[in-house]
T-cell receptor, first 116, second 116 residues
Framework: KAGVTQTPRYLIKTRGQQVTLSCSPI?????VSWYQQTPGQGLQFLFE???????NKGNFPGRFSGRQFSNSRSEMNVSTLELGDSALYLC???????????????FGPGTRLTVL | AQSVAQPEDQVNVAEGNPLTVKCTYS??????LFWYVQYPNRGLQFLLK??????LVKGSYGFEAEFNKSQTSFHLKKPSALVSDSALYFC??????????????FGGGTRVLVKP
């Protein structure tokens, strides 16, 4: 079974621009989460989508948004890019969304975003 | 709020020697605990998880972890380290009581260097 795929793998943008990152979950997985990884802040949760609805949100400004499509694929968008948005953005997929989920999250290779 | 601490930024070990990576956690309820490994320019790779039951959890690539509720710890171990185990290791927790969905809270990571 193919793993989580993310496109593109690398992106270079300038301040003020916006960017869209894409994630395709493992076949059969319906929940997609996004994380930001930076050397200073480590791994931080952005949001989780299930059945095309945002179910969970981390502590990030409104410039960070996402969506999920009916085939469970997800995109995240960052508008008005800042230098501090430079990071590795990781997508993770899980089978479902439950209040006390024991599901494992499986991660994609990430998209490396550099903001100049 | 839930949190994870990995007290060692780096662990150095000789090939063939036992490897231990430490993790302590704080949650309001019972924890679900996970270990992931990250190789350079790659996403996070799932190693093992503790949900309930036996305190010793066996995972991929010969890794195991011991859950200790009284010490709120979940240390990762491998009896005989390989050079190929050199990577960045992350401990993560999900609060069983308060968690909604699959969100994980990660520790800061421990870099493991296995020398030949």
């Amino acid at each position: 079974k193919a793993g989580v795929t993310q496109t593109p793998r690398y992106l270079i943008k300038t301040r003020g621009q916006q960017v869209t990152l894409s994630c395709s979950p493992i076949s059969g997985h319906r929940s997609v989460s996004w994380y930001q990884q930076t050397p200073g802040q480590g791994l931080q949760f952005l949001f989780e989508y299930f059945s095309e609805t945002q179910r969970n949100k981390g502590n990030f400004p409104g410039r960070f948004s996402g969506r999920q499509f009916s085939n469970s694929r997800s995109e995240m968008n960052v508008s008005t890019l800042e230098l501090g948005d430079s990071a590795l953005y990781l997508c993770a997929s899980s089978l479902s969304f439950q209040p006390r989920s024991t599901d494992t999250q499986y991660f994609g290779p990430g998209t490396r975003l550099t903001v100049l | 709020a839930q949190s994870v601490a990995q007290p060692e930024d780096q662990v150095n070990v000789a090939e063939g020697n036992p490897l231990t990576v430490k993790c302590t956690y704080s949650v309001s309820g019972n924890p679900y605990l996970f270990w992931y490994v990250q190789y350079p320019n790659r996403g996070l790779q799932f190693l093992l998880k503790y949900i309930t039951g036996d305190n010793l959890v066996k995972g991929s690539y010969g890794f195991e972890a011991e859950f200790n509720k009284s010490q709120t710890s979940f240390h990762l171990k491998k009896p005989s380290a390989l050079v190929s185990d050199s990577a960045l290791y992350f401990c993560a927790v999900r609060d069983m009581i308060k968690a909604a969905g699959n969100k994980l809270t990660f520790g800061g990571g421990t870099r493991v260097l296995v020398k030949p």
